[in-house]
């Protein structure tokens, strides 16, 4: 089956630091997005970019279909942001990435 | 618009036995999946439902079961619970099901925090 890998797994950075979030996946796919998952377990949609770029305030995002992977930026990032962020592709069942934990230290 | 919502948001059972979770989608949606997320395993499908019918099913043992009523609510039940079956159960509600030709966005429920000792 479909193999989704995100990288880093964990990332720390102070407030204000800007960061990549990368997330392969194996073969091609129908659908792609990008969730925040925050402490208290809810998982919230970021984008969804099965191709192309979108920017939604500080975060953004790209997907290289034909290369199979996607990034997440976060600019100045905040302590709210924390979280683990998770990719998710569609093939025939939704398949997510390991996540990527993120701590903003103020 | 009120969002996905799920019941109960914490459950404490013992080994052996079962359990109900119900997830009742954004209005208009009509397609429900469910989701179990443990620290070992991540975040792993466990089945999509759309009009009452199960479209497509996770690896997980016939223990784990589902259903999808008229009006879009759906309920998943895990029969002779496991240690093993402690988990965050998460319910994803979409307008169309997945393959629809793309465009298909998941909205999350809070999930169902479930411990089995």
């Known amino acids: 089956g479909i193999q989704v890998e995100q990288s880093p797994p964990d990332l720390i950075l102070q407030e204000g630091a800007n960061s990549t979030l990368r997330c392969n996946f194996s073969?091609?796919?129908?659908?792609l997005q990008w969730f925040h998952q925050n402490p208290w377990g809810q998982l919230i949609n970021l984008f969804y970019i099965p191709s192309g770029t979108k920017q939604n305030g500080r975060l953004s995002a790209t997907t290289v279909a034909t290369e199979r992977y996607s990034l997440l930026y976060i600019s100045s990032s905040q302590t709210t942001d924390s979280g683990v962020y998770f990719c998710?592709?569609?093939?025939?069942?939704?398949?997510f990435g390991t996540g990527t934990r993120l701590k903003v230290l103020a | 618009k009120a969002g996905v919502t799920q019941t109960p948001r914490y459950l404490i059972k013992t080994r052996g036995q079962q359990v109900t979770l119900s997830c009742s989608p954004i209005?208009?949606?009509?397609?429900v999946s469910w989701y179990q997320q443990t620290p070992g395993q991540g975040l792993q499908f466990l089945f999509e439902y759309f009009s009452e019918t199960q479209r497509n099913k996770g690896n997980f043992p016939g223990r784990f079961s589902g259903r999808q009523f008229s009006n879009s609510r759906s309920e998943m039940n895990v029969s002779t619970l496991e240690l093993g079956d402690s988990a965050l159960y998460l319910c994803a509600s979409s307008l169309e099901p997945g393959l629809a030709g793309g465009g298909v966005t998941q909205y999350f429920g809070p999930g169902t925090r479930l411990l089995v000792l």
């Open positions: 209005s208009g949606h009509r397609s």
């Open positions: 073969d091609s796919v129908n659908n």
């Open positions: 998710a592709v569609e093939s025939y069942k939704y398949i």
